[in-house]
């Protein structure tokens, strides 16, 4: 005695003729296991079943782990196309002011910052603005970079904006967020500089980012204001 399908038989035949289709179909797979494991009966357990559902997690995990490798490498990719771009622009200035314009123009539309700001220090009379330069007072680059906190300042910090009653943006029209702070070695002859670079949004600059690509960058504008600050 034979058992009619309960299906029709256009269905039956197109799963017969393309099986591979359903063994694709992860949803379609999933609810004839479940079917499955409902004919059983709740006293079964179908230890088969449960090694596939751990293998089929760890096999989504895998490929997020994958996705975010992908991810972080074209991102890194384009944030060295965005450096070298940025150099190739500030190489191109003939003097200090046309480096200053570059910084604050080209230079921040290409990295897709919304400030920068050049801080010297000088022993006269500080001169503070909007404009990208600012001089300050002997010691401000440490204590700005250390919050006041003493310590060592590093070469290369990335953190979000807290407000200072003497921040170098002066008083910019747009809420700065984030911030990257190069310290720049202008010589052994003179007192060091910063270069700041500031965005609205607050993850634009994190302390767990890297910073390879900033201290290259930071290099080359060290040995640019080198040659025209002689």
Same mark, same amino acid.
């Given at each position: 005695m034979t058992t009619k399908p309960k299906i029709k038989d256009d269905l039956r035949d197109a799963i017969l003729s393309h099986p591979d289709a359903i063994l694709d179909d992860k949803d379609v797979m999933h609810a004839l296991i479940a079917a499955n494991e409902k004919a059983m009966g709740h006293n079964i357990i179908d230890l088969r079943g449960i090694a596939m559902d751990r293998l089929e997690t760890r096999l989504d995990r895998l490929e997020d782990t994958h996705r975010s490798v992908i991810a972080a490498a074209?991102?890194?990719? %384009?944030?060295?196309?965005?450096?070298? *771009? %940025?150099?190739l622009r500030l190489l191109e200035a003939a003097d200090f002011d046309a480096l200053l314009r570059d910084l604050s123009g080209d230079v921040a539309e290409i990295l897709r910052i919304d400030a920068v700001r050049l801080v010297l220090e000088t022993e006269g009379k500080a001169r503070v603005g909007a404009d990208v330069?600012?001089? *300050?007072?002997?010691?401000?680059?440490?204590r700005y970079l250390t919050q006041d906190r003493g310590g060592e300042a590093r070469h290369i910090t990335l953190r979000p904006v807290q407000p200072c009653a003497d921040s170098p943006y002066g008083r910019p029209p747009r809420r700065i967020a984030s911030e990257a702070c190069l310290k720049l070695d202008l010589g052994p002859a003179r007192r060091p500089g910063l270069l700041v670079l500031g965005s609205e949004d607050a993850q634009m600059f994190a302390a767990q980012q890297g910073t390879d690509l900033l201290v290259f960058f930071g290099g080359?504008?060290?040995r640019l204001l080198r040659r025209f600050l002689t």
């Open positions: 074209y991102e890194n990719v %384009a944030g060295t196309q965005q450096i070298h *771009r %940025a150099i330069l600012s001089e *300050r007072p002997m010691g401000y680059i440490d080359v504008v060290e």
